[in-house]
């Protein structure tokens, strides 16, 4: 398993957390969003999905993804 954190821009409440959340599990992937720090910790086996694929299954649900912290 491999595991980043990224800047994510427009989370502000819980409906944002079960959002990003969601977007990562439809890629069997985990997430941890922390709204006050505007990252998310992602969990992904880099067999089954990768780093784009994240980015843009967070970028799908609405927020902006800045990077990699």
């Given at each position: 398993m491999k595991a ?66």
């Open positions: 980043i954190v990224l800047k994510v821009e427009g989370m502000s409440c819980m409906h944002c957390v079960r959002s990003v959340e969601g977007a990562l599990k439809s890629l069997g992937a985990s997430g941890k969003v922390d709204l006050k720090e505007g990252t998310v910790e992602a969990e992904f086996d880099e067999a089954k999905t990768g780093l784009e694929a994240i980015r843009h299954a967070i970028e799908e649900a609405g927020y902006t993804v800045k990077g990699e912290v």
